[in-house]
């Protein structure tokens, strides 16, 4: 994946929902739920306000007290994770 | 602690719904005879729906059934489905699947629903026809059956007990091991939502309960045993599950038929909210003094099931300690010391 493109989700794969600081996401292909938590969610807000790896990285960088090569690590291994689980694609 | 067991703990604590039970329609295509549904004339358009699903969506609901009547007598069901997965819900449909062709269940494949629970109640024609009242109900619902597991959905095969089909319940449970479908035996038949007890006079014997709660392929001991503590004690109902009906009341659960409020004149918020006297009530429900008798004296009480909705529609209140929970609890416990001891158990079932 670029890091200008923005991520697609696997909307037809899941269903969601906030509730209160994380997100549960349940993958309709094999039934399973799973939990995002704090910090999670926010990066999965941002994925669904279509925001680019790169933008993502800003964004959390402004925020957080942590260095852009450390944020872009730990955003694509959670990336990842969403893909192998087919939330994203 | 697992996620699903956390999600659930998480809002039945913080009273959000995060299950919605919502029937669409009250009119059927069938006339069974067991149906807890009050058919009424009651029809609320699309758009009424939308706006339903969207102030639930804001509230904290992920997992949205769709029931009846019959879901599928809406000309408009599949745009009301699909809105509800484009918000992102977990969709599960309840229908008899009679008015299911292959066209249907391709749509239905396509929106990606959680769950499509079709009732079957018999193996044999004519069995099941004698329930729903319907001559050609078995040949389109074993259609529907067919196409569904054909197209992969996730089919549940869901089957009230009653005295006519409990003879051969077990060949449902063959039948859905052999297309590889999860089913449901459902021996607990509820009353009308309006009190009215007649479908009860379908509920099989305590023999027959005895014999189906003793069905190792089915129930392992552990499962008879109810869960113990003070929150279990409590139902969902009005916590973390609300259901909706046909004519925009909102219940705490659809066999829990209180009145908390009518969407066609007020906001789901607000009608869950603390304001509200009848789910402050409800919320505030504490089983050692609410439920005395129940959840202090009861000697059934570690395998008891206790349905509020039951005992309401039942005795037209909510704190008496009888109801049909407490012959199935009697029961549940016999078959769990027979199967622990493997022997008699002392206590004596009543009918």
Known sequence: ???????????????????????????????????LDDIATHIWELICRKKSVNEIVEILHNEYDVDKDTLLKDINEFLHELKQKNIIL | MRVAQQLFNITFNECIPLDCIVELTSKCNL??????????????????????????????CLYLTLTGGEIFLRNDIFEVISFARNLGFCVTLF???????????KTL????????????????????????????????????????VKNKLPLVIKTPLLKSNFPNYKGIVKFAKRLGVRYILDPLITPKSNHDLAPQKYRISVDNLIKFYSDGEIFVKEYLKANNNKENFICSAGRNLISISSNGLVYPCLQFPVVLGDLKKSKLKDILSDKNNLIRKLRNIQPERDFYYCYKMCSYREFC???????????????????????????????????????????????
């Open chain 2, 305 to 351: 099931l206790r349905c509020i909705g039951i005992v309401y529609l039942e005795n037209r209140s909510i704190y008496s300690s009888t109801s049909s929970c407490c012959q199935l609890a009697r029961v549940r416990k016999e078959v769990y010391y027979k199967k622990k001891k493997g022997a008699l158990p002392w206590e004596t079932i009543y009918a």
């Open chain 2, 95 to 105: 229908t008899n699947g009679t008015l299911l062709d292959e066209e249907k269940i």
């Open chain 2, 31 to 60: 006339d069974c005879i067991h149906c807890y549904v009050v058919k009424s004339c009651d029809t609320l358009p699309t758009d009424f729906w939308k706006s339903v699903f969207l102030e639930l969506r804001d509230i904290g």
């Open chain 2, 109 to 148: 494949k396509k929106l990606n629903i959680y769950e499509l629970h079709i009732s079957l109640y018999s193996l044999n024609e004519e069995e099941h026809n004698s329930v729903t009242g319907d001559k050609r109900s078995f040949r389109k619902t074993m259609k529907a059956i067919h196409l569904a």
């Open chain 1, 1 to 35: 994946m670029k890091k200008d493109d923005f991520i697609k989700i696997n909307y037809e794969n899941i269903a969601y929902q906030k509730i209160k600081s994380n997100t549960y996401i349940v993958t309709l292909s094999d039934h399973k739920i799973h939990q």
